[in-house]
């Protein structure tokens, strides 16, 4: 709706940028840091692994000075669970400790408020080996001596923490599970089994946090795709209703409300995926709600009904990365009225502002952004800076749907940009660049890894100074 007055964005909004431990840290092998699902992960020939990234293990400092200047007000990044545990348990890895303290402190020392995330896609490979990963119960003890010990450690100063990032994306990308059976649909099964094990370990980490890290506040990061239905059909109203409950609320439900919902168990039990729920999981989920949620935006979807047929049956399920289309359910179809990036994400500000407005009806808690930005092909320049005028179009018209939101009553804490300097892509390496910052390298090519401030650097800065205001 249109509206006479347009709020100011709060006093203290937590104006930040994000990225994650294994997309920017590097120095894979060093340090005594055991393997991670990402580094055994087997990439194409044209991208890059995982092993230097942005290099921000040994430039560290620089980099959070770049924040300072920015004005950053929070950074969030994740830990490296198998710095801490090499094997994902057991033995602590005290150059791990050292490590994320110094960075905390260093972040303390310039006023950046860091948001920790605990898990951010690289499980240990040592506890796949083990006993297979999420797909075991013994997955749940394992994650929360983990956070437990992240708490102690570094609690006193590190007050807003994460659960797990996307766990969408680990459920329904099996090597991000460590999974290696070839039958898809098993995949799937296990997925959801994990799905369980991750909402029960983050109810114990939400309990532990409460109890040791005074004055401290969890949610999960997760990522929502607001969908809509393609036209104004009922049946493509009601396959966009059933989307958005199979692929966005099936594990917020359990990890906010400590319920599943009616259509996603129905789901799972037409499918024989229904795990298996132990005594005194749900009450334990009912009892250890989260502070706040936060969230991960990119794109909206499309979605159009997909009825059974003679060749399609219940179960029969494709994907594109996540589940494109599934008969009996659903399917998404491009979205004519949207532009999309170089990789065909539909780019939809006004979709940053539904999914605010859906997750705030829903769940009533306050919002944090913890990812939404633009990614392009860059090439620096031989004269002047980059030009990112894209990153700042893309980035402006969706700080001003946050604004928009938070006008008809929506709670945040605050923005995180997707990323804070360039790093390392989830699935297109170095060709694909996230930040205010670039980090001078190639796929293979490691340059010097110099740091250079493109024009969204400047923009952004400008957006902090201002609190919003050059926003338009
Ligand atoms: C989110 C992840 O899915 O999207 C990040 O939390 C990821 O780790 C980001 O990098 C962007 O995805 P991509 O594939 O473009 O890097």
Redesign the pocket.
Known sequence: MQTKKVKDFPEGFLWGASS?AF?IEGAAYEDGKGLSVMDVRKVKPTVCDYSVASDHYHRYKEDIALMKEMGLKAYRFSIAWTRIFPNGNGEVNQKGIDFYNDLINELKKNDIEPIVTIY??EYPQGLVDQYGGWIDRRSIDDYATYAELLFRTYGDRVKYWLTI??QD?VVHMPFRLGLTDDNRKEKERLGFLANHNMCVATAKAIKLCHEIVKDGKIGPAT?FEMMYPTTNSPADALACMDAMEIRNYYLLDPNILGEYGGTFKRYLEDRNMMPEIHEGDMELLKANKPDFLAF?Y?YSESISAFPLDDEHEIGDIEFNLLPSREAGVYQVVKNNNLEATL?GWQIDAVGLQLSARCLWDRYHLPLLIT?NGF?NKEVWPEEGILQDDDRIEYLSRHISNVREAMNVGVEFLGFCA??VID?I????GFS?R?GFVYVNRDEHDLKDLARRKKKSFYWYQKVIETNGKNIK
Not at 425 to 428: A, L, T, V, Y
Request: hydrophobic share 20%.
């Open positions: 994650s997309q951010h896609f990032n996307e994306h990522c991960n990119y990789w990812e990614g997707w990323s790093i892509s989830g699935h297109s694909k996230y």
